[in-house]
């Protein structure tokens, strides 16, 4: 907006003196014919004035609207995340489903202790993350609440891969009573939850320092995270090098699994993201034949339009006419 | 794996419509297995004391490989800040930084260094962004 009119007034301003030299011609070009009212000087008082209130107004539209408050230190902020260049962010890229593989171990064995998964059931990993039996045993090893049966008693069985992931605790409060007051999120939607997306889960990671800042302070029972808005940040570091033995002999370094793992995540959030991407390319497909089609329709449809001719022969005075 | 296998495999790989089942090669592995389980059953006492050497050897191995585990990310986030391109910031964090250690011993502690790190992290990070994902799988 200030930019917006900063580029105005320079423009008015440039228009203005451009205006006086236009201005000074024309005085002495009207001078010589003798019908002039407005001497040199009067026009170039005007041209003065009028570009003095152009600054002003300038001015005191900066004055007004210039300098923004910040309300917030930028530790209450949070280090934005620096954009890291991910794969599957790209157009037309999938996810890397052995990275997707990679990180559902890294959530199992690191995160699903405190962390939730309340939206992913067993089934949605056959075929991207699992395989059917993988998924089937990793369901089985869980149990859950069976209909009524004919006493009304609720009986347990093992889960099946309809069966969502289950969660480290009974409820929120549990979560919170486990956890010094606070609570864990939900990481289903995380990524999308977050501003920032991949890049901020992947920070935060990554990002916790060895030791705070000098001079900043930090929560009892917090830690130093700078990337946490507040800084302060109830969640430990969790991921430390050579944490998981990956079945895929990755070197299993911290940032390594934060990668896998926040791919992970975003799959979590959006399983959606390969078929949508197909989906895409299928429309592209789709209206680009549909595009030629239609060129080549009415091309066919306006050739008698286009090739016709239009012949106009006066009549003549004399006896014979010809006609084409 | 016959003829028609290879040439049906290559049919599939070029048309672009087959779709890949996501299928645990079950059978195979349970073979493995079970060969490898009457190879070991087939040596004497005597070898299974060198085999037991080996272990030791090969557990000391990977405990070295796991210690040998440097995060990429460190070290190409140090070597950044080292760096010209974030001699600035660091230059303003480490002034920070001495400036609030010994104001802190006279009582006027009130600064903080969250700004100057904010920085030079935002600088180091930028900066080994590409160079991580090139190393990263």
Redesign the interface.
């Known amino acids: 907006m200030l930019a917006r009119s900063c580029l105005r007034s320079t423009r008015a301003i440039a228009s203005a003196r451009n205006g006086v030299v236009n201005i000074s011609k024309r005085a002495a070009s009207s001078s010589s014919s003798g019908a002039a009212a407005d001497s040199p000087l009067r026009m170039n008082i005007a041209a003065a004035a009028a570009t003095a209130v152009a600054a002003g107004s300038i001015a005191w539209y900066y004055h007004l609207y210039g300098p923004t408050a910040h309300a917030m230190t930028p530790a209450e902020e949070g280090l934005h995340p620096t954009k890291y260049p991910w794969v599957h962010e790209q157009w037309l890229k999938t996810f890397d489903h052995q990275a997707l593989r990679r990180g559902f171990q890294v959530y199992r064995e690191v995160c699903a202790s405190c962390h939730s998964l309340n939206r992913v059931p067993y089934r949605s990993l056959v075929g991207t993350i699992l395989t059917v039996d993988e998924a089937k045993a990793l369901a089985e090893e869980n149990e859950y609440d069976t209909e009524p049966n004919d006493e009304g008693e609720i009986e347990k069985r093992p889960g099946k891969l309809s069966d969502y992931i289950p969660a480290p605790y009974k409820n929120d409060e549990a979560a919170r009573f486990a956890n010094n007051g606070a609570l864990p999120p939900d990481l289903s939607l995380i990524v999308k939850a977050r501003h920032g997306g991949c890049n901020y889960i992947f920070s935060l990671l990554t990002g916790y320092p060895e030791e705070p800042p000098a001079g900043a302070s930090v929560g009892e029972g917090l830690n130093f995270n700078p990337y946490f808005p507040g800084t302060g940040i109830a969640m430990a570091r969790v991921l430390y090098d050579g944490l998981v033995d990956y079945e895929d002999e990755t070197p299993a370094s911290a940032s390594q699994m934060a990668k896998d793992v926040t791919e992970f995540l975003n799959w979590a959030a959006e399983p959606e993201m390969d078929d949508r991407k197909r989906m895409g390319m299928k429309i592209l497909v789709v209206t680009s034949v549909l595009f030629a089609v239609s060129v080549w329709v009415k091309r066919y449809k306006w050739a008698w339009l286009k090739s016709r001719k239009i012949v106009y022969d006066p009549p003549k005075a004399t006896k014979h006419t010809t006609r084409h | 794996m016959g003829i028609w296998d290879t040439i049906t495999d290559l049919f599939e790989a070029a048309t672009p419509w087959t779709t890949a089942e996501?299928?645990?090669p079950?059978q195979e592995e349970e073979q493995k297995e079970e060969v490898t389980e009457t190879k070991e059953d087939e040596p004497e006492a005597e070898e299974a004391t060198e085999e037991e050497e080996e272990e030791e050897e090969e557990e000391e191995e990977e405990e070295d490989e796991?210690?040998e585990?440097?995060?990429?990310?460190d070290k190409l986030e140090e070597e950044c800040r080292e760096s010209k391109q974030c001699f600035p910031a660091k230059h303003h964090?480490d002034e920070?930084?001495d400036r609030?250690?010994n104001a802190?011993g006279n009582g006027e502690?009130k600064?903080?260094?969250?700004?100057?790190?904010?920085h030079l992290?935002?600088c180091a990070?930028?900066c080994a962004?590409?160079k991580?994902?090139s190393v990263?799988?």
Do not use: N, R, Y
């Open positions: 996501a299928e645990a079950a796991e210690e585990i440097v995060d990429p990310k964090f920070c930084v609030v250690t802190s502690g600064e903080d260094c969250v700004e100057e790190f904010f992290a935002h990070t930028q962004a590409p991580l994902w990263l799988k």
